[in-house]
């Protein structure tokens, strides 16, 4: 098995580019997957005097998200490592569609309850999240697949790219969309795209690079160079996976990180509108800010992960880019709390964003070093760690609003990020598990 820390020996030369059309495909993907996840973030300004909500109630309703996506990570990481990424990832995509469909013909208050509004939107929510759960998990865990030892953080930094123009696409878009076709129309008009996408992958994609008919012979010999296991195991040991030290580690920081990515996704734009005195329109636009400076931060950081490990080693190779990128979080979100100028305020807080991003491809990378095979079902655990600040966001932040103002709930962020920057130090990605079933 080779070392993690040395440089990877000359690899041949590829002679087909297949497994960059796999990796567009799971951008696209991304993409799509926010646009569907985002929507409800904008649309709630218009959704909650329609259906008698109030800030805290939206909350909850963010949250229910929350706790289907924290809770059924791993096991959609199972689940894509039991039936495969195209099948996996084409099922949960259509069930995307279905929900975000059905949240645009919620019944109002006319025909149901308030109570009985607020318990329809908070179950749609935690469908949408538990049918999204594995989607990050089963890329991940294709990307493992189709691209070659050390060569792992780009790549899931693109599909991070791909989820933040996503995010910054609903922002205007759904603003847009509200204002001349209505907030539920909003959610159906985002229909086509998915199934589009559902469609072309299912189409072009393969489980491996070795089962793809247009993958040549190059490609699979860089794809296959110093993979640290023959073949891939019937499945994950997953009281193995549970127990690893590096990955709850890993989980443990990608919650603080996540702590300031939930507060973008939640409540950024309501911010803006109410708070910073943007209005419906120019708030959509200044909204998609975090989300474009995000898109540049994931491809530059996985980029970054990658030349570091090459230097440095697997260890320092993925500590560097996280612990930095976590510190330059607490010191935006800080700064971009207490700004007075609106203008200058948006302008941090979307460095705060992108330097949450700048993070993504250490996170994933150093999964995928620990885990080799076994990617899909610890990037779940890693990821569920990662995802239960959205449980806490959606409804701590008005709390924190009520009682000290908004100034000091954003900068809440910066004590988690710092913390989450010191766990980096503990986290070391160059010692892999071995699980039942495995050769080295």
């Given amino acids: 098995m080779p070392s993690l820390n040395a440089p990877a020996a000359a690899a041949p030369a590829k002679d087909t580019s297949v497994r960059w059309a796999i990796i567009a495909l799971l951008i696209l993907a991304s993409f799509v997957a926010y646009l569907l996840r985002q929507n409800i973030s904008v649309a709630a300004k218009l959704m909650m005097p329609e259906l008698g909500l109030s800030e805290l109630q939206m909350g909850w309703v963010f949250g229910a998200y929350s706790w289907g996506y924290a809770l059924f990570q791993f096991p959609g990481g199972l689940f894509g490592e039991a039936y495969g990424g195209r099948r996996a990832l084409a099922v949960t995509a259509l069930l995307w569609v279905v929900v975000t469909l059905l949240t645009g013909i919620v019944p109002g208050r006319l025909i149901v309850s308030s109570a009985g509004v607020l318990a329809t939107l908070i179950v749609l929510r935690f469908l949408l999240g538990a ?67 559902i469609g072309v992958w299912w189409w072009y994609a393969t489980d491996t690079p070795a089962q793809h008919p247009r993958v040549g012979p190059g490609e699979l010999a860089l794809i296959l160079a110093d ?15 549970l127990a690893n030290r590096e990955i709850l580690l890993l989980g443990l920081s990608y919650f603080a990180m996540n702590y300031v990515f939930y507060f973008f996704s939640y409540w950024f734009y309501i911010y803006l509108t109410e708070v910073r005195g943007f209005g419906i329109l120019s708030g959509g636009f200044y ?57 200058v305020a948006v302008a941090l807080l979307a460095l705060c964003f992108g330097s949450t991003q700048l993070t993504e491809g250490a996170y994933w990378q150093g ?65 892999p598990f071995q699980a039942a079933g495995d050769s080295s």
């Fill in 227 to 241: 993979r640290r296991r023959d073949a891939r195991p019937e499945r994950a040991d997953w009281k193995v996976l």
């Fill in 287 to 343: 909204a998609a800010a975090p989300w474009l400076t995000g898109a540049f931060c994931a491809s530059f950081g996985g980029w970054l992960c990658e030349r570091l490990c090459r230097r440095l080693g697997a260890r320092w190779g993925c500590r560097v880019p996280g612990a930095v990128g976590l510190v330059l979080v607490a010191l935006f979100l800080g700064l971009g709390a207490y700004a007075k100028s609106p203008y």
């Fill in 131 to 197: 049918f999204q759960a594995p989607t990050f998990p089963i890329m991940a865990g294709v990307i493992g697949e189709w691209f070659p030892v050390g060569s792992w953080a780009l790549p899931n930094g693109m599909s991070s790219t791909g989820l933040a123009l996503g995010a910054a696409a609903a922002a205007p878009f759904v603003a847009w969309a509200m204002v001349t076709i209505g907030w539920r129309e909003s959610f159906i008009a985002s229909a086509p795209i998915a199934l589009l996408m």
């Fill in 367 to 431: 999964a995928t070093y620990v885990a080799g095979p076994h990617t899909a079902g610890a990037s779940g655990i890693m990821n569920t760690g990662g995802n239960r600040p959205g449980i806490v966001v959606g409804p701590l932040i008005p709390v924190l609003v009520a009682h000290f103002g908004w100034p000091v709930a954003l900068a809440s962020g910066s004590i988690v990020a710092l913390v989450g920057a010191a766990t980096w130090l503990l986290i070391c990605v160059d010692r």
